[in-house]
């Protein structure tokens, strides 16, 4: 499936807001957006993070979630499918999946509420075990790694049906486009427009230099096994555990039809966005936009 952007113009009228607790601003950032919202006559519902799956439903314009990346990933969870776009104000560092910071608030939200916004469609990553009727769902990346006792994993790849190779490494990554800017951005991996149709394998601290990380196509499709005396090795979606992989069983890796919508301001997208979060210039002066 083809990510796209394009201009909401809907005007928003009900959000649902999850801030996360403990977040340095958190508190300054919700009365900021009380008073905005006071002014806009838009009506919220507040919730924290464990309760936004109940909370999210047909009738709501938008989700604002306040926080990181971590956040976001589990709003991104509870939304999943759902058509509610996200809007991310980011109360933590990086933040690649937030659009906003907590000072430009006031001069960006206000115009968001009105409609002036884009929407990018990110792609899912679904993770099958085996024969199972249940899948997992992730919008970064699906992770093997080693389990108790292991330092290192040994992980059987086929790419498309076709026999890649055997990593030896202390992990394996399957991600999306979007999951090119977190941890297998940290791993090595490139950087992928989130308009890529692909996937992006990444070995953690792979034993051979030779084993690099490789873009494969969407529709080729993932398959991990173990390779001979591993133990089982232990199955996460965007960092949470969610099983094994014993041997003898195969997780199968492919683009997921549920998708997730990210709100950003007019104007912004993704390539501003990694010049600004990673710091990229050009020259030691910097660049005019």
Known sequence: MAPSRSPGGKKIRKVVVCLRRGKPGAVGVAMVLKSIFRQANVR??????????????????????????????HAAQATMGSKIPLLGINLGSLGFLTSIRAGEITSVLPRILRGEYGVSERAVLSAKLGGGKSSWCALNEVSLAPGAG??????????????????????????????????????????????????ILTPVCAHAMAQRPLVVGEREGVELSLGSGNRP?????????????????VLRVTV????????????????????EKLGWSGTSAGIAR
């Open 256 to 275: 997921s039809q549920p998708i997730v919508r990210l709100m950003h301001p007019m104007g912004s997208g993704f390539y501003g966005l990694a010049r």
């Open 44 to 73: 919220a519902k507040w919730v924290h993070e464990e309760g936004l799956a109940r909370t999210v439903r047909k009738g709501v314009d938008a989700v604002i979630v306040g926080g990181g990346d971590g956040t976001m990933l």
């Open 150 to 199: 292991q330092l290192m994993v040994k992980i059987r790849v086929r790419v498309g049906g076709e026999f890649l190779t055997e990593y030896h490494a202390d992990g394996l990554l399957v991600a999306s486009p979007t999951g090119s800017t977190a941890y297998s951005l940290s791993a090595g991996g490139p950087l992928v427009s989130p308009k890529a149709q692909v996937m």
């Open 233 to 249: 090795a232990v199955i996460r979606l965007d960092g949470s555990k969610v099983g094994q992989l014993g041997g003898g069983k």
